[in-house]
């Protein structure tokens, strides 16, 4: 079957710098994207990768490795306002996604 | 600004009433648009994969009699729910692909039935 994990919650401290891991396993793989999801709101996109590496936008990385079946998500300088679900979800053989559950993350002052 | 828009943000029914949501892709056209559902706590539940001009393929377990996806034309599909009860209150989004990378999401519709 397939199957996205990533932590459901994790806490970090305001200006710190978090990680937030995602392992896969689909059905053919045709890209990894990252949402951050507020509560009560729709979900925001924040990262493509279909390429194996890094890719950086701002304050949010986004890591991928497909041999691992692996990604990452690294947001630095938080923010309280960066308080909210992170969603990792792979697009599949079919192009649909394939979704995680979600990461809670909790930013603290 | 949104490329995504979805109609109504947020709506209060009675039981047995029928609510038609709208999603519009707003400067390119979508060819297939994808319908979730999703519980508080909860991560995105695909429902239905919307085709343009076609039939739309639902997913094991979701009702395709009670949710009516039209998608008439590249830029508009909409989801109806028919005859709605309480357990069919949830949050529900649309979502495209935007030249085949990102996905863009509408703002989400937020239906209670009481």
């Known amino acids: 079957g397939q199957n996205i994990d990533q932590p459901t919650e994790m806490t970090a401290t305001e200006g710190a710098i978090v990680q937030i891991n995602c392992t896969y396993q689909?059905?053919?793989?045709?890209?990894l994207f990252w949402y951050q999801q507020h509560a009560g709101e729709a979900p925001t996109f924040l990262s493509y990768?279909?390429l194996d590496g890094l890719e950086e936008k701002g304050r949010f990385s986004s890591f991928l490795s497909r041999s691992k079946g692996y990604s990452y998500l690294l947001l630095k300088e938080l923010q309280m306002k960066d308080s909210a679900s992170y969603l990792c979800?792979?697009?599949?053989?079919?192009?649909?996604?394939?979704w995680g559950a979600g990461t809670k993350l909790i930013i603290k002052p | 600004g949104a490329v995504v828009s979805q109609h109504p943000s947020w709506v209060i029914c009675k039981s047995g009433t029928s609510v038609k949501i709208e999603c519009r892709s707003l400067?390119?056209?979508?060819?297939?648009m994808f319908w979730y559902r999703q519980f508080p706590k909860q991560s995105l539940m695909l429902m239905a994969t919307?085709?343009?001009?076609?039939?739309?393929?639902?997913e094991q377990g979701v009702e395709k009699d009670k949710f009516l996806i039209n998608h008439a034309s590249l830029t508009l599909s909409t989801l109806t729910v028919t005859s709605a009860h309480p357990e069919d209150s949830s949050f529900y989004i649309c979502?495209?692909?935007?030249?085949?990378?990102?996905?863009?999401f509408g703002q989400g519709t937020r239906l209670t039935v009481v």
């Open positions: 979502s495209c692909f935007r030249e085949n990378t990102e996905a863009f």
């Open positions: 400067d390119f056209q979508a060819t297939t």
């Open positions: 919307s085709n343009e001009g076609s039939k739309a393929t639902y």
């Open positions: 689909t059905s053919g793989f045709n890209g």
């Open positions: 990768n279909v």
């Open positions: 979800a792979v697009r599949d053989s079919n192009y649909q996604l394939i």
